[in-house]
């Protein structure tokens, strides 16, 4: 049998350029989009939409994200090389005027992913979605969409995903080959890890969520890549925005078992002195396969600061993911 090993280190990306300013990504830096304001989009992904990349995240704003509420709603920038963002805006705006809005102020929305749906030629936000004055308890999925990648997007319902009354917590949303989308998911309040189809439209799940074999109960903040015919998922420990212990997986299928293949990273952040045992004082959101290139992919973290969200930015967020095979 192949033995596979998964890495993630710290290295400067270097990438064709597009004649910008930035002619690569240097993790751990502070990183300027097109105005030279720091890139705000956290928790979020990037997809690849006609020869452009867009990046979705949780927008903060100074002075107020402190009690972990949703300030901004979803930010989006756009590039093509990678390297050199331009603001798109806030796509999913948060409403502070009406405090009957589903998005009003004082509701959470966290680790927006966004994926395209060919068919419905369609730009659907997924997103972790608490009503204003709810709480954590009842997690739901916010979903919201666009026909345009850099909105406006327009929030549609809520759903409680994982078969559970208390629905999920943090989540990948993939779209396979086959371009069904799959909620891989941390149910509440048992916090197993579990995988369930979307109906065709991606807008609500199915009832049909497996209990995912060979994942660790409490793994949180799942990405997942298909590589080389194999499903390699990374996420953490739960501790909520502490940093912890990286866990990787891989499996042939989504409902086979799933390996464990332990702490995928290695080496130090060297710009804050942090080891692969936390991560390097962050949390995986999403891994973005480099159009144009074999077998390269970005693993893209938060370093969360939870007592000032606005400077989760401050160390930048960006590894490299090594995928290493062996004989
Ligand atoms: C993290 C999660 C974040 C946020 C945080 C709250 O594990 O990834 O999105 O929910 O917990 O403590």
Known sequence: MKHIAIYITLLSIYLPSYSQSNSSIVPGKVWLDNNSVAINAHGGNVIFYKKKYYWYGEHKIEGKSEAQLADGGIHCYSSKDLMNWQD???VLPVIYTDTTSDLAYGCILERPKVLYDRKQQLFIAHFKYYPRGTGYLKGYI??????KPNGTFTFKHKFLGANSEYG???FAMFKNTDN???HLTVRKPDKTFVIGKLQDDKMLPTTNYQVAKGITART????IILHNN??????SGSTGFLPNVARAFVANALDGTFTNLGNPCIGKNPHNGIGADTTFGAQINYILKVEGKTNAYIAMFDIWQPDMPIKAYTYGYHWYLK???HK
């Open 220 to 223: 949180e903040a799942p990405a």
């Open 88 to 90: 798109e805006g806030i």
């Open 180 to 182: 069904n989308a799959y």
């Open 142 to 147: 916010g979903v919201a969409t666009s026909k």
């Open 230 to 235: 194999q499903y390699f998922l990374i996420g």
């Open 168 to 170: 999920s917590g943090d």
């Open 323 to 325: 995928m290493v095979y």
